[in-house]
């Protein structure tokens, strides 16, 4: 029995130490699923403590899964953003009200998600490639460092009108549908 549960234990670690981010993510849901369909069994066995610490365990995940995502503005984020808080609202509110039956809604999302990442992990077997040095995320200390190696004289700079910018300081809106940039606050 102590052998079974070691080599167990070493290959599930090797999995996710050799996983892609997609696969581990989809470990995730596969998680969160598990544990929601087991509070679910132990709810309508009557094991109200074993039921709420598999709902918490789902609730667990569900908030690694919130705290990995990497705020980037895009719509796309804040769509899923908004799922995985939609569904630990639902598991936080269903366990207050005592109501094991929401597991079933929770559960065809969490299930709709796996089939998502299992088509991406189909799709893309591989890990993605890292942004490389050019590319990565500029940080507000790489962006004073940038300003200060663009030391421009003005008089060698051609003259634009700061409403070709996208501002106009002598109106209260931002001009041309939104385009160019402002660093006026």
């Known amino acids: 029995m102590s052998f079974h549960s ?3 234990d070493g290959y599930l670690e090797t999995e996710v130490l050799t996983a892609t981010p997609q696969k581990l993510q989809l470990m995730m849901i596969n998680g969160a699923i598990r544990f929601a369909y087991q509070a679910q069994q132990l709810h309508e066995q009557k094991e109200p403590e074993e039921a709420w610490d598999r709902l918490t365990r789902c609730r667990e995940i569900i908030a690694q899964i919130l705290c990995n995502m990497k705020p980037d503005g895009s719509e796309l984020l804040r769509s899923v953003a908004g799922i995985y808080l939609f569904l630990f609202q639902e598991l936080s509110d269903l366990h207050a009200a005592n109501d ?13 998600e796996r089939e998502t990442w299992e088509e991406l992990c189909r799709i893309m077997p591989d ?59």
């Open 6 to 8: 070691e080599s167990t």
């Open 100 to 112: 094991y039956s929401r597991l079933e809604g929770v559960l065809r999302v969490l299930n709709e």
């Open 127 to 185: 890990a993605p490639e890292r942004p490389s040095e050019a590319e990565r995320e500029i940080t507000s200390s790489d962006a004073e460092e940038i300003m200060s190696s663009l030391d421009v004289n003005e008089e060698d700079t051609p003259t634009r009108s700061r409403s070709s910018y996208g501002y106009d300081s002598g109106s209260d809106y931002y001009s041309g549908g939104g385009s160019g940039i402002s660093f006026d606050a």
